[in-house]
């Protein structure tokens, strides 16, 4: 009970960063997401957990748009970014991903070498300081730089799965962005990098807000704050994911609220 | 501050304006890359239909016309690329299948296979022009004639490369299941081959065939010193199958050829009409060959 | 009986397994003889184009006279001015045909929001059309439309920019010029179709990681994708090259076919193709085997570039 409201307070006491109105999401004609309520709150880690098909990683990409790209895709309601709906005409989609930076479930560094893979993003955005340095403080933030600082002029592909992965992190959070999404973004890697980037995010959490889709629910109650679980009903012929309960992560996982929500944390279902 | 965000939203204009003008420059491009298609296509049947359709049918039968005599038509150079592309066809069409059946079904795991994939892919760069050389060096200045077997020696050059790789291509598409059920039955590597594969694969082969077949019959580098032309039918009555391997032959290419370059206006008339003629059996037949299977188009 | 019965069968299956056994070697045999093939082209030339080895070695590439009647009767061949025609005519070809075959394999494998893909099938479809046109329809078209659709062009470019060399000698209808846009026509879709298979095998989480870090459209293509699929796009380039180096009819038709090196490409020219083309219907003797010299040339020529672009390419 006392854990309980300790969390409750680690909440409550975070400002607001991004809000979910999203009625439905769509692909198609297939109804994906439907009556996603939520606030993600600044400089804390929430994961989103649930079965496969629920509709996490839709979300999850719903909000930097890079929905954009998938064809029939279409959102009704509304996704707040700092108080401003992301989908409104006068928000950029390009200035909008500078801000919140994502990391893909595969490390998909690019066929470039370690230095030019970070100095990327900065360089297209116009960042106008000492590239050298924000290579490093990047690199270093990943936990990177002791490993590569002598080889920044190796390809980006050379180094091993769970090295890339911290390089596409040290990318993505070069361009200094104020929210990183993360897409299992440990799903390819081994249990020791695995652990690695747990710790990393554990480092990162003052600087940055996260949120990570996991289907590895240790993982989840490890690493996040928050946790958001996620199930799949078939509406109209379609499966739909909806947002089953959202609350500290303690919460769900020693007291969950909802039926489903126990039977899918005690591992009696998924 | 105010400055910063000034800069970046002037940058960001900039970098939008680029994004314009690029996705423009291509839409540009691909609009472009259409214009001789059209012009081609318009054109010859513009100058060509006129005389195709005021010939009629004697056009298909009749002998080239000379200098400055109305009528004449394509009959010797429409039958004479049939003759020279079947000839063709007859010599690649086996060997391009069997050495397909070798690369997809036998040389599984074998080095050698990765050499005779890339000689074959090789051979299917040799210019047209080439194959006739080499016709010529093999069989013309062998037998002192030109003729039709040299011709269509010349075309099997470019035909073998292109059937083979079509074909291993549609022998691959065949489910590995299928095999092994037969091979489950006690089936040889013949049988399994012949009776199982081959027919699975067969429209996406006979497709291949086609393209090759389509693309031959437009050649003309390989045929101007090999089957050279004729204003003639082939002289079977005298000659027999003979004919074959000592006459010179005429072709539709090959009658293009020498006819757009006269001052005649009525052979240009025939140039064209023969230009529409080639281009509406090579088109019509790749048209149809390629939506029959629709190979990733 | 029933032994008898196991016999019949036994002696048909060994019957079976040898022919199953010589259908497999016969099929090897006929696809090493394909892969061989080559190496018999190259003989054939190699045979029959010793007497020109002998009588001129190496001065056959530096010479530009070609005269049946010279050298006492013997004849005098050189083909400098062919050699110079093929690369200037086909470079010039690849100058116009890759960025415009670049542009349109960036059209077809990008998703753009106005276009639906249906369009984009019907313009791969419409391109690859372009290879099926026969060679000599291009040249006859080459003659009666392009020529002098261009005419009003080139003569704008002689009379403004007489001072470039390459614009600096009065436009013939015939010229290098034309040859190398006709060819530039015909390339086009082998570097399309070549360029536009290098950009779709760029895997798409690539795309996506840069676009995810706030870049536009275009930087993703300038920065991720074209130098991801940089070895297939060269590889289009070197295919393009060596087409438009091998290409005849269209070329004879249109070039002038004239023996002599020209800085002006405004100016008719020769290529080793259309010099084959020419004169191989009426060649005897010590020409023949002049000729079978220059085939040879151009055959290790468009050899190398093609094995250099299947190395490129990769797709055995």
Known sequence: MTAYSMDNSLGGEADVILTSHVKGFYYGPFLALRNIEMKIFKNRITAFIGPSGCGKSTLLRCFNRMND???????????????????????????????????????????KTIYENIAYGPRINGYKGDMDELVEQS?????????????????????????????????????????????????????????????????????YTIVIVTHNMQQASRVSDMTAFFNVEMREGSRTGELVEYAPTTTIFQSPQKEATQAYVGGRFG | ???????????????????????????LASVIALVPLFSILLYVTYKGLGTVLTGGL?????????????????????????????????????????????????????????????????????????AGVFSFGLIVLTTKTFSAVAGGAALSVLMVPVITLATEEALRLVPQDMRQAAYGLGSTSLQTVTKVVLPTALPTIVTGITLAIARAAGETAPLIFTALFSQFYLPFDTEGPGALFNQPIASLSVLIYNFALVPFENQQKMAWAASLVLLGMVLISSIIARTATRRNM | MPEEKTNTFSALTLW?????????????????????????????????????????GMAFLMSSSWNPLGNNGQGQYGILPQIYGTLVSSWLALLIAVPLGFGVAIFLTERWPLVPPGLQTLLAFLVELLAAIPSVVYGIWGIYVLIPALVPLTMWLHVHFSGIGIFSQPPTRPSMLVAGLVLAIMILPTVTSLAREALAAVPPDLRQGSMALGATRWETLIHIILPTARSGLVGSIMLGLARAMGETMAVAMVIGNSNRINISILQPASTIPSLLANQFAEASGLQVSALMYAAFILLIITLLTNIFAEVLIGRH
Not at chain 1, 83 to 107: E, H, W
Not at chain 2, 3 to 18: N, P, S, Y
Not at chain 2, 58 to 83: D, H, K, N, Q, Y
């Open chain 3, 16 to 56: 079976v397994r040898w022919v199953n056994i010589g259908f497999i070697y016969l099929t090897c045999t006929v696809s090493v003889a394909v892969a061989l093939w080559v190496l018999a082209i190259i003989s054939v030339l190699i045979h029959d184009a010793q007497a020109a080895f002998h009588h001129f």
């Open chain 1, 69 to 111: 790209f998938v064809k029939g895709a279409r959102l009704e309601g509304q996704i707040l970014f700092n108080g401003r709906n992301i989908f409104d005409a006068s928000v950029d989609a390009v200035t909008l991903r500078r801000q919140i930076g994502m990391v893909f479930q595969k490390p998909n560094p690019f066929a």
């Open chain 1, 139 to 207: 690199l270093r933030r990943a936990a990177l730089w002791d490993e590569v600082k002598d080889k920044l002029k190796k390809p980006g592909t050379s180094l091993s799965g769970g090295q890339q992965q911290r390089l596409c992190i040290a990318r993505a959070i070069a361009v200094q962005p104020e929210v990183v999404l993360m897409d299992e973004p440990c799903s390819a890697l081994d249990p020791i990098s695995t652990r690695r980037i747990e710790d990393l995010m554990q480092e990162l959490r003052d600087l």
């Open chain 2, 58 to 130: 004697s056009i298909f039968t009749e002998l080239p016309p000379p200098p400055m005599v109305e009528g004449g038509g394509l009959g010797p150079a429409i039958v004479g690329t049939l003759i020279v592309v079947s000839i063709g066809a007859a010599i690649s069409i086996p060997i391009g299948i069997m050495s397909a059946i070798y690369l997809s079904e036998f040389s599984a795991g074998e080095p050698i296979a990765y050499w005779i994939r890339f000689f074959t892919n090789v051979l299917a760069g040799v210019p047209s022009i080439i």
């Open chain 2, 1 to 27: 501050m105010g400055e910063v965000v000034w800069a970046r939203a002037v940058l960001m204009l900039i970098r939008k304006g680029v994004d314009c003008g690029l996705t423009t420059a291509v839409t």
